[in-house]
């Protein structure tokens, strides 16, 4: 497994930082604690916060929300796609499109729910040190901010632990990553339908300064259900800005590494 991560990041260039364990130990560590814009992988730690808000009463799976013209935003997603808005849906159907289709649209109404202070006290009171949102000047509006590699790892790792929300949420959370309609271009691309059902992932991408970042993190669970295996991969500093496709280097990189971590959980079980 190392050599496959070595071999994968070297051929795709940039920087990398990434955390791997299988069964609690450590696999891969590299830069683990680098501090770096998380993009679509903080919609993780916005679910978070969300479903926190739900254990708690304060917000209601069930509730309904508006989604009018003025809050959709363009991108990822399929709420932009409408070109007709005034839909009323659910909580559950926020979260779900957050998390499926990495809709944008969607963090927008998590801000609704949770405001962005909110959101950022709920991560610190869990643990998380560096993993926030950037909070602007509406306080229901937000950047997705930063994390480090290790505090993604960690947020996973305890959700399919169960000790990071509650069982009702914890199943919602992980049987939405592990949703067949998610995100297939990267470490899910070289699987059966049976293995992509077994990997709970979350993929983010974005460029500035002229360099591209290509980031997934994710649950790799073996044949009997059990979680067995963490990883969460981001790569920064990369060229091929505007490729979000399954050429990029990096993602072709992710799908080779995603093919290793699969084959070495069905090994060792």
Known sequence: MPEVYREQAAKAGGRWHALITHDGVTVVEDDADAVLYGYSVQKLAVAVA??????RGTVDLAGLVDVPAEIVLAGSGSYALQTVW???VTVANVLTAMLLV????A???CGRLVPAREINEILA???FTHTRVEPVEDPHRFFLGVTTPR???DLLSRLVAGTLLKPGSTAFMVGVLRGLSGYHDGIRRVMSSEERSRVASKYG???EDDFASRHEAGVVFDRAGRPALVFSVFADRLGDLLNYGSTHPAVQAHAVLGRALMECVDRSG
């Open 151 to 153: 505090e993604t790892h």
């Open 50 to 55: 969300v479903l926190d808000a739900v254990d």
């Open 107 to 109: 963090v927008r109404l």
């Open 125 to 127: 009171a869990k643990g």
């Open 205 to 207: 991408a974005d460029w």
């Open 102 to 105: 990495s809709d944008n649209t």
């Open 86 to 88: 005034g839909d009323r």
